[in-house]
């Protein structure tokens, strides 16, 4: 069935939405819509005018036009009566599908992954997210190329081409290999300037929390309500790209909090490959906060792929706590619970950035757990060592103090990184 839209605004590029249901059950239909429902937002995010969309029902993939023949002709002539001039579809294909689409239906065609690459390439701001998202996008060149240069030669500009242009997909392999080792030559000196960073982060006696969920899910909101800042948050598929720092004192802890990127399904792997100096972000993190938003109808489908991409990272088992975001608009959320097949630390709370409620509460979770990293100690400090117990006080946290004969008897937490203050009373 095809469905038609009316848009006001004139876009770039006026493009039709292709999806597949793959199966007939009730499951494999409700799958269907929500993969487009997202795939309508990833054109949005892009910037594209979507005139129409289509759900084709399929058993398996067709090897030479991925969709059925039949559907294709179908939307060619569409897109001619309507005026579109671009076929997205929501999947994988290769530069041999694509090519053979092409030619039937006289339409551009861009995939799933071109269209993600292409809004990251408008999102990134930063030497290093530039860097990732060109890798990204040609290692995907590279792998089309062996499909149809036809298909690249007649792709022209505009969507799924931004970043290194027309005169990259001009190039041939050998060009794109010596492009490709100097930028990831570029992103390992990056990645060792990280390393630097996080190294003084631990020295600094400073917790750091990986802010992580969904793309859209609320994440760089969050951050903004818990810290006062201004990080852009609007309601767009990866509004924010660049990994972003910002800082909170609470209860004696400074607590530095990393906006990352959004996770989403079926993330294209080679760009999952080329963001990992960011998702070292994750990986180095003393805790998680997941950001759920709650009231999305796919939301239990958005945390098992963000549960699977931690998984994934194998930084599921560090202690984390997952929000359910946006609690004014699904009040139920507070009653409901969700199963972590592969942690047994994540303690789960609803909130309201909007209204605040449940933040109070949020801010003392986060003491609470960043507490989880400092080692416990109960010590007699001899009398006049009161520059020491000073130094105790500032670096860590005193839970309790009784004066002895003998001394200061005092129990108290330290971070692993100054333990070199008490090395001598061991």
Sequence with gaps: MFHEFLLAEQAAEKVILLSFQWGSDGVAAQVAEASLAELERLADSAGLEILGTAIQRREKIDPAYYGGKGKMQELGEEAKRIGADCLVIDGELTGSQMSAIQKLTELKVIDRSLLILDIFAARAKTKAGKIQVEIAQLEDLNARLRGSVEWLSRLGGGIGTRGPGETQL????????????????????????????????????????????????????????????????????????????????????????????????????????AFTATLDEIKEADLILQVTDISDPDRAAQIAVVEEQLLQLSVNLKPRIH????????????????????????????????????????????????????????????????????????????????????????????????????????
């Design 323 to 426: 929000v359910l975001n946006k609690l004014d608009l699904n009040p139920a959320a507070k009653s409901e619970r969700y199963f972590y097949r592969h942690s047994e630390k994540v303690k789960e709370m609803a909130v309201s950035v909007k209204s605040g409620e449940g933040m109070d509460q949020l801010l003392e979770t986060l003491v609470e757990m960043a507490d989880y990293n400092l080692l416990p100690f109960n010590l007699l400090l001899p009398y006049g060592r009161e520059k020491l117990l000073q130094s105790i006080r500032e670096h860590g946290r005193i839970e309790s103090l009784n004066y002895a004969e003998q001394g200061y008897e005092v129990r108290f937490k330290l971070p692993a990184a100054q333990l070199g203050l008490i090395e001598d009373l061991k």
């Design 170 to 273: 001009e190039t041939d392999r050998r060009h794109i290999q010596r492009r490709l080792s100097k930028l990831k030559r570029q992103l390992k000196q990056i990645s060792t300037q990280r390393d630097n960073l996080r190294r003084k982060r631990q020295q600094q006696d400073l917790v750091t929390v990986a802010v992580v969920g969904y793309t859209n899910a609320g994440k760089s909101s969050l951050i903004n309500a818990l810290c006062g800042s201004d990080l852009y948050a609007c309601d767009r598929l990866f509004a924010s790209l660049d990994p972003i720092v910002r800082r909170v004192d609470l209860s004696g802890h400074e607590i530095l909090l990393l906006d990352t990127v959004g996770f989403v399904r079926e993330l294209p792997p080679r760009l999952a490959e």
